[in-house]
């Protein structure tokens, strides 16, 4: 119970950034900058992408001898 994301809050009273840990910028708070934002908005979405569809990712890596995956 200890692998568990920051929350946003936590963040918000660091003065550091989440994601490289060098000085936020007034601008992209709570990040350095908008590259730190993107990475950090990207695990978001990627977490929030595995709980939400617990099905397993959509096999479109290389189509072929692929599970029985039929969609109608
Ligand atoms: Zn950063």
Do not use: H, N
């Amino acid at each position: 119970m200890s692998d568990r994301p920051i929350p946003l809050r936590a963040v918000r009273t660091a003065a550091k950034c989440p994601v490289c840990g060098k000085e936020v910028a007034a601008s992209y708070r709570p990040f350095c900058s908008k590259r730190c934002a993107d990475i950090d908005l990207g695990r978001w979405l990627k977490e929030g992408y595995r709980i939400e569809t617990d099905e397993g990712s959509p096999d479109d890596q290389s189509g072929g001898g692929g599970p029985t995956g039929q969609e109608r």
